[in-house]
């Protein structure tokens, strides 16, 4: 292809020639869309110019061979001769997960053959920006694989102008259109300088709301070239778009994003009645579509379990080993066990490769739910929750991890070393038969606890009953509340723990006793999240322990009294016992299957130095961005293109939900309070807020904080001790946050949505665990 085409000779596979801007307004082209006239100078083009280096400086002042002039100049004449916008076109920009939007520069109302080459060197310059250059470190993009395109328009001389957004970029409502417009060019609505005209309309066009704009300064086309700021006389007067034309903006954004099989960021302009597109690119951050409808009880309850154990966004990695294998894998085999299909599957999709929404699963009865009762009758019967650890098939699991863990991946051969991760997730399948088999003698023994009670007017002792010490969650705190006695016998050492950071005195922490063999038996628990194998275990993150012990060291243990179980009759002394065991195995089991992720995640890590190795990949950790089935099929260049765009698109998303928590948790009355949510543990208490997000920042919290916090998990258990009361984001009743809340008497809400988000470091508020709301301290 020449260094100069017209528009009409590119598509979107032409990215490589015409650069992001161009080979997209070439496919509109093709599609018949308005788009203005116009031609694309190559980023062959840019390759051929003879710049003195690679910066701004030089491209400005680069000489055009002759050729290459003369190429753009003829391409000019067939325009007109006329004023022409030039806009730069780089290889990565509109691509999924980095948009470049102004990253590289645009020049409006071109005028003259002079002007239009000065104007195409500045755009090749622009590609050596310090924003340009910084942007594309962020994203990790090498410097020499990207280049640059220019694209040249016949000028638009707008009457109105501005951006269109095919989806609402606040609600994620992919049935809702976001039109933004300002007379004059739309430099001022894209740069920012006016409040713009505000419409959301249907994608048939119809006006559902209109916000009516400021209007402070209309950018026109110059007479002479360029453009000029107007302060207008009539501000104050709004002359509304015509419905024609919000019609058709409506009707082409909608062509548009059905295209290119996701919503997009268009700019468009009006002149003389009639619609032009500029541009169009892949929106960014975009929010998952709204949920049709109000969920059910049943898929509320599922939503609200998912939510506590996905704090952040899964990646490749994690969708094709640990959540299908681990807890929600497990969750799948033990409800399709009783005829209930669905109930933990299929709740994340994936765009692009990337995960960007959970939606909450809807089960599905089969047959055999008819036999559930007799299923759970016979299980119930037939395994003891007390008596689970004797059963062989818990002995084999724990030979078969010690067996698998013993290897030294680091020596393995390319073809052993790829199998490992199978073979670690294989080791789970044990845990779940168990569940299968156990999980109904659990859940029979604490429903009928709780029958109990509740007939007896006691319902709200349940959680301190449940609780006695026994579980291997408990026991980890016990262990570390002795390290943390450790610390505090020793003066020098407690004073640094609690004025460093815990990976500062993880050294000096490593050289107490206990604190070896604490890791060596504990360690592969997860440090944020069950359901990931991407995030840390406490033996890989160490501070993350420390943290912990920071927290006990500055509060000698302390828990609130447990009912006494003497003066209870000798049958509910039984029961309760029979419901203890039950929520130990509850408890247990989840600590005991995540032994394999220590194995799964060394695996994978030493797959990915491998990688790194033989050039495929740039860090060990990009392997997260892979599917285990892109690894299995061996060291493939396209790996690393692979990698890098999921983590673009991944960071694209990094402020967006996987689903809007006030899906899950209803909207509840707060009265004159600052939020509520579900009234989860007892007791009214005044203090200053912490919010701690991850266990990163667990050695934050001090005594008497308000804990406040998007989930939580076993691993979190110590902080309740330090902390005055706790509110959660997501959870319920029966999650652990309020388990752990009753048991050490302070008071809890969970499912508050926007706890994290409302409430802020130091603010003093009084948490009402009766009522569910937090309020400004009186």
Request: negative net charge; glycine residues 8%; aromatic residues 6%.
């Amino acid at each position: 292809m020449p260094h100069v085409a017209p528009l009409a000779a590119f598509g979107r596979e032409d990215l490589a020639l015409a650069g992001g801007k161009g080979a997209g307004l070439g496919e509109l082209v093709r599609l018949g869309m308005p788009v203005p006239p116009g031609f694309v100078v190559t980023t062959e083009a840019y390759g051929s110019t003879r710049a003195a280096s690679a910066d701004r400086q030089a491209y400005e002042n680069a000489v055009i061979p002759g050729e290459l002039r003369d190429a753009i100049l003829a391409a000019y004449a067939e325009l007109g001769r006329g004023a022409v916008a030039v806009r730069s076109s780089a290889t990565a920009e509109d691509l999924p997960g980095a948009a470049f939007a102004g990253q590289q520069d645009t020049y409006l109302n071109v005028l003259g053959e002079a002007e239009l080459l000065d104007a195409v060197r500045r755009c090749w310059a622009s590609l050596w920006t310090d924003r340009a250059v910084a942007y594309r470190e962020r994203l990790r993009i090498d410097p020499a694989e990207v280049r640059i395109a220019v694209v040249v328009q016949r000028m638009v001389d707008a009457d109105a102008a501005g951006v269109m957004f095919t989806a609402d970029p606040v609600t994620g409502d992919r049935e809702s259109i976001v039109v933004e417009a300002s007379p004059g060019l739309g430099e001022a609505v894209v740069s920012g300088i006016v409040t713009p005209d505000h419409y959301v309309l249907g994608t048939d066009g119809s006006v559902r709301e209109f916000v009516a704009g400021r209007r402070e300064v209309v950018v026109r086309a110059a007479a002479s070239g360029g453009v000029v700021h107007e302060t207008p006389t009539d501000a104050a007067s709004v002359d509304r778009l015509p419905d024609d034309v919000l019609a058709e903006l409506a009707r082409l954004g909608t062509a548009v994003a059905t295209h290119f099989e996701r919503p997009q960021d268009i700019e468009w302009a009006v002149a003389a009645g009639g619609v032009h597109l500029l541009q169009a690119r892949p929106m960014t951050a975009v929010p998952p579509p709204p949920l049709p409808g109000r969920l059910n009880p049943l898929r509320r309850r599922l939503a609200t379990v998912l939510l506590e154990l996905l704090p952040t966004r899964p990646y490749p990695i994690d969708m094709t080993t640990w959540i299908p294998y681990g807890p929600a894998g497990l969750m799948a085999k033990v409800t399709e066990s009783i005829g209930l299909r669905g109930a933990f599957e299929g709740f994340l999709r994936e765009e692009g490769g990337v995960v960007y929404r959970l939606v909450p699963p809807e089960p599905r009865p089969t047959l055999r739910l008819m036999l559930a009762p007799f299923l759970i009758a016979r299980r119930a019967r037939r395994h003891d929750p007390a008596r689970w650890r004797d059963d062989p098939r818990y002995a084999s699991f724990l030979s078969r991890v010690r067996e698998l863990a013993a290897r030294d991946v680091s020596r393995m051969p390319w073809h052993e070393l790829v199998r490992v991760p199978r073979e670690a997730l294989a080791l789970v399948d044990p845990v779940a038969d168990l569940r299968i088999d156990y999980l109904p003698g659990s859940g029979v023994a604490i429903a009928r606890l709780f029958l109990v009670l509740r007939l007896t007017g006691r319902g709200r002792m349940l959680g301190d009953l449940l609780l006695d010490g026994r579980t291997r969650t408990e026991q980890v705190t016990r262990e570390l509340e002795e390290i943390a006695a450790e610390v505090r016998s020793d003066p020098a050492l407690a004073a640094r723990l609690a004025a460093e950071e815990p990976a500062a005195v993880l050294p000096a922490v490593r050289q107490l006793p206990d604190f070896a063999a604490f890791l060596a038996e504990h360690g592969h628990r997860e440090s944020s999240s069950p359901l990931l194998v991407t995030a840390p275990t406490w033996g890989e993150a160490p501070e993350t322990v420390v943290g912990l012990i920071k927290v006990l060291a500055t509060t000698p243990p302390s828990r609130a009294e447990r009912p006494p179980l003497d003066a209870m009759s000798p049958r509910m002394r039984r029961w309760i016992e029979r419901a203890r065991a039950g929520t130990a195995f509850r408890e247990d089991t989840h600590y005991e299957f995540t032994r394999p992720l220590p194995i799964l995640r060394r695996a994978l890590l030493e797959i990915g130095g491998r990688l790194v190795a033989e050039g495929v990949l740039d860090r060990p950790e990009d392997v997260f961005h892979l599917r285990l089935e892109e690894l299995e099929a061996g060291p493939d260049g396209r790996l690393r293109e692979l990698a890098r765009t999921r983590a673009a698109r991944r960071d694209e998303l990094v402020g967006v939900r996987l689903i809007d928590p006030r899906a899950v948790f209803p909207v509840r009355d707060s009265g004159d309070a600052l939020l509520a949510g579900e009234p989860a543990s007892g007791g009214r208490v005044t203090g200053p807020v912490r919010v701690i997000r991850g266990p990163e920042e667990f050695g934050r919290l001090r005594t008497g904080d308000i804990l406040v916090c998007p989930y939580t998990n076993p691993s979190w258990t110590p902080l309740f001790q330090r902390a005055a009361a706790v509110v959660v984001d997501t959870g319920g009743v029966l999650s652990h946050a309020a388990i752990v809340a009753r048991e050490y008497g302070i008071p809890a809400i969970m499912g508050s949505a926007v706890g994290t988000t409302v409430l802020h470091d130091g603010q003093v508020v009084t948490v009402d665990g009766d009522t569910g709301r937090v309020g400004e301290a009186s």
